[in-house]
């Protein structure tokens, strides 16, 4: 009797596949080491971008906590127009969602809370400006 | 209109030099004591701004250069229209507020908010109102109060490019801004003081321009106001409806396009302004000033507009203001990269 090749087994196969086998299990350490430093990555960003929007806001805060105290000594410190719109950025910062970063609004209340800190500056004649925050987009001549 | 004969031309009359760098701006001091002669600003790239007056020998002089203020460019400059303040706009994102006593100039208030270069100011007719916009796509209203205080009313966003010129309209509190994205747009408040865009006039819904609009001029009744263009058109707008009216109901209606003026000019037109007149001068980058007139007709179904003269060569580079004196209506001012400012007298029989 002639002995019947086994169809599912290809004895060349381990030889062939070799490089894919390598390719795999080099892929897998890659993708575990990824994972970890990833992790760790992310976590260093997730500190430093919290940090930022959170010393931002906390300036922000901050001065009006003083121009608060203000108004409390003295009520007419500040003209009628210039305390509503102390108002409304102490509103904006209210309604700053701190605990929710995927929220896709958060780039454009960090921009409206920004221009009405400017708008006040400006009336005030203050050149107080956040140190810390990035300075406008491209230039376009 | 004036009986006087003869061909009609647009001479010059005195050439002004001392800028050290391109003139960028005009403004007539629109509230002079009586009989008091007209004083000039002009503003430039040499970062400073020179007030130009007649002297007793008929030829003007630069009585004062107001510098060391701006460190940069000053881009423009308009007179409060009591006509003691003057207010001028620089690339270095400032706005500076010069009071005019005693014969001097002071800087007493510098106007900090834009993010970069301030192209153009306006004062409101009412005087309390100051309109700044700059190539940051934002116009500030500003409001003077006691001890030259000024506080921002107003950040108004909308344009998606640089904002060349503010022009308050000359009665009411209507504001209109002219921008490198090709529209115009008419602010008004609420009476509240919220500001918001009441109109935007565009290609096209309104037979607006097609490129970058430069300039926009109101005449002196506020109904009609001309813009111009880096499509090298003018174009007159009706503007007699009171966009700062609430409307009720549906049918809001909207300053409408009147004429075009094509064909003028070969250049990007910088600069147009109408006279207490019935005169509109252009200047463009292909060194020419037009002049047209205002005809009221009867047959046609509004104004149209008719060219009077064309002057060639008027600046040995592209001419960057126009501007009407408002005392002498037939006196025009003009400035140019060249560095020089000139002064022309429109002479002859336009209606002949």
Known sequence: MDQQPKDDIDIFEPTVTLDQTHYQEGYKNGYDDGLVSGKEDGRQVGLKMGFQVGEELGFYQGCLDVWMSAI?????AFSARVRKNMEQLAALLS??????PENNQVQDMM???RMK??????????????????TSSKEDF | MDGRGGAVELRETHRLTGHAD???ALAWNPNLGAGASPVLASCGGDKTVRIWKRAPDGGWQCTDVLEDTHNRTVRSCAWSPDGKLLATASFDATTAIWEYSGGDFECVATLEGHENEVKSASWSQSGSLLATCSRDKAVWIWEMQPGNEYECVAVLQGHTQDVKMVQWHPILD??????????IKVWADDGNDEWHCVQTLTEADNCGH???????SFNQKGNRMVTCSDDCTLKIWDTSIDLSQPETGEGHESWQHVSTLTGYHGRTIFSAHWSSGDFIASGAGDDAICLFVEEKSSMVEGPSYRLILKKEKAHDMDINSVRWCPQDPRVLASASDDGTVKLWELRGNILA
């Open chain 1, 95 to 100: 309604n700053y969602p701190l605990s929710d």
């Open chain 1, 111 to 113: 921009e409206k809370i």
């Open chain 2, 22 to 24: 391109r003139a960028w």
């Open chain 1, 117 to 134: 800190f400017r708008v006040i500056m400006a009336s005030l004649g203050a050149k107080l400006d956040y140190e810390g925050r990035p």
């Open chain 1, 72 to 76: 409390r000594l003295d009520q007419d």
């Open chain 2, 210 to 216: 097609s490129s970058t609009v430069w300039s926009i």
């Open chain 2, 174 to 183: 209507i504001l209109v801004s002219v921008s490198y994205d090709n529209t």
